[in-house]
């Protein structure tokens, strides 16, 4: 069974300060994404990082994926307020060509950037 | 364009009746998963239809089933409800359900069981 692990789980921080939340997976996988989600809202997508190696960055968060180490990383960079939420990694179980969607997320990363 | 719409927002229901959540995808999306949210479990994947097809199943009891309209229109029903069935329930959609494709999520039903 596919399991997803994120620590921390939560994290305070002030503003400007840089910070890593860490989400590692059991099997095999090169399928990984970032979520956000704020209080009592949806998910938003982030990030799709489809290949060993992936980094992708947008304003202030960068996600990074490496396949052997089963380890993807989202990495916070002079944290501002509205950064303040709960972030969640999900690892696709299925990855070979033409795989469907069966995503398994980590427990999420509360995050409060504080003043 | 219209993002993923979920119907109802909140429901209130007592044990051993049953419910049924509806969801709207993005329009030209044909993929649609659903998904339990629970502060005790966390996010857990429930069912993914495409073309009217379940093509995935995640570990949930056969109380809950789902189908998936020609519009691609989605429903998801739970029967015989529990009180551990209360929970927020997401429905994400996307164009073809590959692991390629980026997932949008509706705004979620709020199941309370009493």
């Known amino acids: 069974e596919l399991k997803v692990e994120q620590n921390p789980l939560f994290l305070s921080m002030q503003e400007g300060k840089n910070y890593t939340i860490y989400c590692n997976y059991s099997?095999?996988?090169?399928?990984l994404y970032w979520y956000r989600q704020d209080p009592g809202k949806s998910l938003e997508s982030l990030f799709v990082l489809l290949s060993n190696g992936a980094v992708k960055q947008e304003g202030r968060l960068m996600a990074s994926l490496d396949t052997k180490a089963r380890l993807s990383t989202l990495h916070i960079t002079a944290a501002v307020h509205d950064l303040s939420a709960t972030y969640f990694c999900a690892v696709d179980a299925h990855f070979s060509g033409g795989s469907n969607y069966k995503l398994t997320f980590g427990k999420g990363t509360l995050l409060t950037v504080n003043p | 364009k219209a993002g993923v719409t979920q119907t109802p927002r909140y429901l209130i229901k007592t044990r051993g009746q049953q419910v049924t959540l509806s969801c709207s995808p993005i329009s030209g999306h044909r993929s649609v998963s659903w998904y339990q949210q629970t502060p005790g479990q966390g996010l857990q994947f429930l069912f993914e239809y495409f073309s009217e097809t379940q093509r995935n199943k995640g570990n949930f009891p056969g109380r809950f089933s789902g189908r998936q309209f020609s519009n691609s229109r989605s429903e998801m029903n739970v029967s015989t409800l529990e009180l551990g069935d209360s929970a927020l329930y997401l429905c994400?959609?996307?164009?073809?359900?590959?692991?390629?494709?980026?997932?949008?999520f509706g705004p979620g039903t709020r199941l309370t069981v009493l």
């Open positions: 994400a959609s996307s164009r073809q359900g590959g692991d390629t494709d980026t997932q949008y």
């Open positions: 099997t095999t996988s090169d399928r």
